[in-house]
């Protein structure tokens, strides 16, 4: 059986697939796909995958149904559904006559759109939102806007990936006024509250392994995010909005603390426990324990040993 849980991009998936890719294009981390193209047999149901790319579907005629973790959802005509890296998921069609599948990854956001784009479209960090059935007309619009699109796909120019970017933004606009106009991504149950949970439980876990002498991995956000499998900027909305204080507030807590613990053996130089605590430099360690504590630890051990 295939494996599907190490694939880097959506290329890589059609080929481990053995379906019909996307004609070649200039365009690096963005694809459009006629899905009906790839499908020899119905029904048609692929393996449980995690892909770093993001997902739109637009399925004009079809039904069929896609999962994500341990969320099923049905998709039918008109259905818009959106899914971003991390998840792992499957998706399978009884019926499929129209489907356009649009994926980019997070290099290509940031290159060709806005740079506030997570600000604009908080959609795109969020963990599971249902499909959205629009009506005729609202299709009709979005279906008007991925069909330039993959217009400016087949059609190389000196600025097709800047075109396809302005579009981009164009179409997640309109997906935003269709479906997620309302949305607020810290309201998922009690998913944010788990997540929260997770976070300060890791955060705990890290530093421990930081006193021990077990940690390699250096002091970043990215870490924790990484752990949970979410976006740094999702992880970073719901820790502020469920705690009222920034991720970075219970990170730089549990750093000063575990830091004043190592400061308080005398066996140790500040070099070993910059060092151990993760610092290329011992004078970023002192800039850092400073700023955040307001003595320098050679003040601290210098007022705790004497």
């Given at each position: 059986?295939?494996?599907?849980?190490?694939?880097?991009?959506?290329?890589?998936?059609?080929?481990?697939m053995?379906?019909?890719?996307?004609?070649?294009?200039?365009?690096?981390?963005?694809?459009?796909?006629?899905?009906?193209?790839?499908?020899?047999?119905?029904?048609y149901?692929?393996?449980s995958?995690?892909?770093?790319?993001y997902?739109?579907?637009f399925?004009?005629?079809?039904?069929?149904?896609?999962?994500?973790?341990?969320h099923?959802?049905?998709?039918?005509?008109?259905?818009?559904?959106?899914?971003?890296?991390?998840?792992?998921?499957?998706?399978?069609?009884?019926?499929?006559t129209?489907?356009?599948?649009?994926?980019?990854?997070?290099?290509?956001?940031?290159?060709?759109?806005d740079?506030?784009i997570?600000?604009?479209?908080?959609?795109?960090?969020?963990?599971?939102?249902?499909?959205r059935?629009?009506?005729?007309?609202?299709?009709?619009?979005?279906?008007?806007?991925?069909?330039?699109?993959?217009q400016?796909?087949?059609?190389?120019?000196?600025?097709?990936?800047?075109?396809?970017?302005s579009?981009?933004?164009?179409?997640?606009?309109?997906?935003?006024?269709?479906c997620?106009?309302d949305?607020?991504?810290?309201?998922?149950?009690?998913?944010?509250?788990?997540?929260?949970?997770?976070?300060?439980?890791?955060?705990?876990?890290?530093?421990k392994?930081?006193?021990?002498?077990?940690?390699?991995?250096?002091?970043?956000?990215?870490?924790?995010?990484?752990?949970q499998?979410?976006?740094?900027?999702?992880?970073?909305?719901?820790?502020?909005?469920?705690?009222?204080?920034?991720m970075l507030?219970?990170?730089?807590?549990?750093?000063?603390?575990?830091?004043?613990?190592?400061?308080?053996?005398?066996?140790?130089?500040i070099?070993?426990?910059?060092?151990?605590?993760?610092?290329?430099?011992?004078?970023?360690?002192?800039?850092?324990?400073?700023?955040?504590?307001?003595?320098?630890?050679?003040?601290?051990?210098k007022?705790?040993?004497f």
């Amino acid at each position: 059986m295939t494996d599907l849980n190490s694939i880097e991009n959506l290329h890589e998936f059609y080929e481990k697939m053995g379906i019909t890719q996307t004609p070649n294009s200039s365009v690096n981390g963005f694809t459009i796909h006629h899905v009906q193209d790839s499908i020899r047999k119905l029904p048609y149901r692929t393996q449980s995958f995690r892909p770093n790319y993001y997902n739109f579907l637009f399925s004009k005629d079809g039904d069929g149904s896609y999962t994500i973790d341990d969320h099923a959802f049905p998709v039918k005509n008109r259905t818009v559904y959106f899914t971003n890296p991390g998840n792992f998921r499957t998706f399978e069609w009884t019926r499929l006559t129209d489907a356009r599948l649009i994926t980019f990854d997070e290099a290509f956001l940031k290159e060709y759109t806005d740079s506030d784009i997570f600000e604009k479209f908080p959609y795109l960090l969020t963990e599971t939102v249902r499909p959205r059935v629009l009506t005729q007309d609202q299709f009709a619009r979005v279906e008007r806007l991925y069909n330039l699109i993959e217009q400016e796909f087949l059609s190389p120019s000196a600025f097709q990936n800047k075109v396809i970017g302005s579009l981009l933004v164009g179409l997640l606009w309109i997906i935003k006024e269709y479906c997620y106009l309302d949305y607020n991504p810290i309201y998922e149950g009690n998913r944010s509250s788990q997540i929260v949970k997770d976070f300060k439980l890791n955060v705990e876990q890290y530093f421990k392994e930081v006193l021990e002498g077990r940690m390699e991995q250096p002091m970043r956000v990215q870490y924790f995010a990484d752990q949970q499998n979410l976006h740094v900027n999702y992880l970073s909305n719901v820790i502020s909005n469920k705690t009222g204080k920034p991720m970075l507030y219970w990170i730089n807590e549990k750093a000063i603390s575990t830091a004043k613990i190592l400061l308080q053996n005398p066996s140790l130089s500040i070099k070993e426990i910059s060092n151990q605590m993760g610092f290329l430099e011992s004078a970023h360690f002192s800039n850092y324990f400073k700023k955040q504590s307001g003595d320098s630890p050679a003040t601290y051990r210098k007022n705790y040993l004497f």
